[in-house]
């Protein structure tokens, strides 16, 4: 099946500090989404960016689907930013079946 | 619109019980998941139907079964529950054919003792 490759595992950033986090995945891909699962657990949709360049407030999100990577950049993080990241793929075909990365932590801090 | 809602949110079951964890949604969406989250772990897929009547095997299926009688409602089954099982379930729709996202539920905190 296909890999997904999270970097970093973990990240400590003090509050207002920018991030950059990055998805490796091993195939083509026609789904690719960004999740932010906070401290509760609840997993929230930050992007659904199978391509190109996505930006929603202090986040934005770029895959490069031929290289087989995306990005995804915090900027002037806050407390609130806490919690793992997930990068979440599926290839064509497949029913949209989401293989997930093992995460990357952040912790904000004061 | 709820979205994705699943209940129970919490749950202690004893080895060798059964239970059911319900999941329905309201966005009309063909596609249905189920997954599991262990501990520092991402997700791995348990089951999916692409519609009512049709549900297919995922990554980890042993010791679950799923049905899909109608477009809203995706139940997971767990017969003969195990220690193994403990685990955070997330049920997801979506709807692939309109290049859409998937949408998670908040998730069934499961403890078997």
């Known amino acids: 099946g296909i890999q997904v490759e999270q970097s970093p595992p973990d990240l400590i950033l003090q509050e207002g500090a920018n991030s950059t986090l990055r998805c490796n995945f091993s195939d083509s891909v026609n789904n690719l989404q960004w999740f932010h699962q906070n401290p509760w657990g609840q997993l929230i949709n930050l992007f659904y960016i199978p391509s190109g360049t996505k930006q929603n407030g202090r986040l934005s999100a770029t895959t490069v689907a031929t290289e087989r990577y995306s990005l995804l950049y915090i900027s002037s993080s806050q407390t609130t930013d806490s919690g793992v990241y997930f990068c979440?793929?599926?290839?064509?075909?497949?029913?949209?079946?989401?293989?997930f990365g093992t995460g990357t932590r952040l912790q904000v801090t004061l | 619109n709820a979205g994705v809602t699943q209940t129970p949110k919490f749950r202690i079951l004893k080895i060798g019980q059964s239970m059911t964890l319900q999941c329905t949604q309201d966005?009309?969406?063909?596609?249905m998941y189920w997954y599991r989250q262990d501990p520092g772990m991402g997700l791995k897929l348990i089951y999916y139907s692409v519609g009512a009547g049709i549900t297919d095997k995922g990554e980890v299926p042993n010791g679950y079964n799923v049905s899909r009688s109608t477009t809203e409602d995706f139940p997971l089954r767990l017969e003969l529950a195990a220690p193994s099982q403990t685990s955070v379930y997330f049920c997801a729709s979506g709807d692939p054919g309109q290049n859409t996202e998937a949408f998670f539920g908040q998730g069934t905190r499961l403890t078997v003792v």
């Open positions: 979440a793929v599926a290839r064509s075909g497949t029913a949209s079946k989401l293989t």
């Open positions: 966005m009309n969406h063909n596609y």
